[in-house]
């Protein structure tokens, strides 16, 4: 079987079996590809590759100054694309197994201080329509550490008012269940009743979240609303959807919540995914210690 069709296979069996999301799974693609025209250039193909050429291979690409973490992913790939290999009896051997994983250099993502995010929820002018569903949105967004695109694809029929969850699609179409905080519903339930039907102007659409033309909301529309009303706020960090994401987890566990109940709501599948929030937590800890500790 050509390498082409062994990529192939082993994507469809990605994508059916596991779910994966189309950018990991494009991803995976890129990756085998770079794999397979290496081992070409060296005579060599899939099923004949050795340790040491993979070893090589991945030895090229960490001098090209690829950052750590996305030699690692690409590791990573190549390994599940063996172990995929392996399952179907096709290779004996994983040439991956034993080689070293490149170590991930792990950046801290930046945050918003709660006062800062209440600055920023606090900008939209609430006596508009469009004010008062963009607070809508920004508290949401806030309350449930929802990703932009689960944000916009919110549905009317998504949200239960009466045990205050949300039902969201994340990555790879798994739904996952969210609560939401009263202060968040409110601003939904005020939205709802006195501007989406202003801005629909006489559509109909199932999206909670709506434009002033009365289309479903998008992702390059919230991304200038957030970051307009972040400089309305004074706000001098670069904003992001994302960022709401990332402080809405950090806060959580300032607070005393437990890791595992962060994951379920962010919904990571990997809890090492969330756990680099500990490490935000752990480094704010320490700013506070070196600030006002009278010996630090």
Known sequence: ???????????????????????????????????????AGQKSDFMQATPAI???????????????????????????????????????????????????IRHLPDILSESEVDDLIASPDRSTELGLRDAAMLETLYATG?????????????????FGFLRVVGKGDKERVVPVGEVAL???????????????KGRSTSALFVSNRGHAMTRQNFWYIIR?????????????????????????????????????????????????YTHIAKERMKQVHGQFHPRA
């Open 146 to 162: 929802l990703r932009v695109s689960e944000l916009i694809s919110l549905s009317t029929d998504g949200l239960d008012v009466d």
């Open 54 to 104: 993979i070893a090589e291979w991945l030895a090229l690409l960490s001098q090209r100054d690829l950052a750590g973490s996305t030699v690692a992913r690409k590791r990573s790939a190549v390994g599940r694309f063996y172990r995929f290999l392996g399952m179907l009896n096709l290779r004996s051997d994983d040439p991956t197994r034993l080689l070293d994983t490149p170590r991930r």
């Open 186 to 200: 409110d601003l939904i339930a005020r939205y709802r009743s006195q501007s989406r039907p202003v801005l629909l």
């Open 228 to 276: 307009r009303h972040a400089r309305d706020a004074g706000i001098q960090k670069k904003i992001s959807p994302h960022l709401l994401r990332h402080s809405f987890a950090s806060h959580l566990l300032n607070h005393g919540a437990e890791l595992r109940g962060v994951q379920m709501m962010l919904g990571h599948a990997d809890i090492s995914t969330t756990e680099i």
């Open 1 to 39: 079987m050509s390498d082409a069709r062994l990529i192939r296979h082993f994507l469809d069996d990605m994508l059916v079996e596991h779910g994966l999301a189309s950018n990991t799974l494009e991803a995976y693609r890129t990756d085998l590809i770079g794999l397979s025209e290496y081992l």
